[in-house]
């Protein structure tokens, strides 16, 4: 079953506001990934982080790889509407190959 | 666009009936993945395949059969649907082991 707790599980907020969603799990990852799911289509990458500790941006948003490795976060700033969706994290640990184990997902709702 | 296509992208079938789910890729990469997404569930992981003719169980596994005979396609069967069945199934992709998935666009399966 989930090994991953993403929280929270949705997220109502004003256009321009910053949003902080997180995942943390009992069991040492050596990869973590955040998806956004728009409605009617696939999941797609916005972040993957491979070492603990390690910080990256890709436009507004921030990712963090914790450095217990049983956790990460992920920030979005200045929300805009076009970020409404379902956001994904996912974790690979060392001991399931290419396997992603994935959270529940953090439905965003951004009001204009 | 992004290499990777399922089909059909809805299907209706009655309990009983067995079902096979296409998926195809033009990227080359070796592993590929069905999940299933369901409420309250987030991605669970059907099966998976690390080459041809190389499978294996996922989290979710029973009820589903799958085979790749070449690298490009991925084929998910239901042997006889039943209602439990009904779900969003994706396909994923991976170059790597190290690497972040690239997610199909979904087929909708409903079991009357």
Same mark, same amino acid.
């Given at each position: 079953g989930q090994q991953l707790n993403q929280s929270p599980q949705s997220m109502f907020i004003q256009e321009g506001e910053d949003v902080s969603m997180n995942c943390t799990s009992s069991s040492i990852f050596n990869t973590w990934l955040w998806y956004k799911q728009d409605p009617g289509e696939g999941p797609v990458l916005l972040i993957a982080l491979y070492k603990a500790g390690e910080l990256t941006s890709n436009g507004r948003l921030t990712a963090q790889f914790g450095i217990t490795r049983k956790d990460s976060f992920l920030n979005i700033s200045?929300?805009?509407?076009? =970020?409404v969706g379902i956001y994904f994290c996912a974790g690979q640990r060392e001991?399931?190959?290419s396997r992603l184990t994935f959270g529940e997902g953090t439905q965003l709702t951004v009001n204009p | 666009d992004a290499g990777i296509t399922q089909s059909p992208r809805h299907k209706v079938t009655e309990t009983g009936t067995p079902v096979t789910l296409r998926c195809h890729q033009?990227?080359?990469?070796?592993y590929m993945y069905w999940y299933r997404q369901d409420p309250g569930h987030g991605l669970r992981l059907i099966h998976y395949s690390y080459g041809v003719k190389d499978t294996d169980k996922g989290?979710?596994? =029973?009820g589903y059969s799958v085979s790749r005979s070449k690298t490009e396609d991925f084929l998910l069967t239901l042997e006889s649907a039943t209602s439990s069945q009904t779900s969003v199934y994706f396909c994923a992709i991976s170059e790597d082991r190290d690497y972040g998935y690239t997610f199909g666009s979904g087929t909708r399966l409903t079991v009357v």
């Open positions: 200045a929300s805009i509407p076009s =970020d001991t399931s190959g | 033009t990227e080359n990469h070796r989290e979710v596994s =029973d």
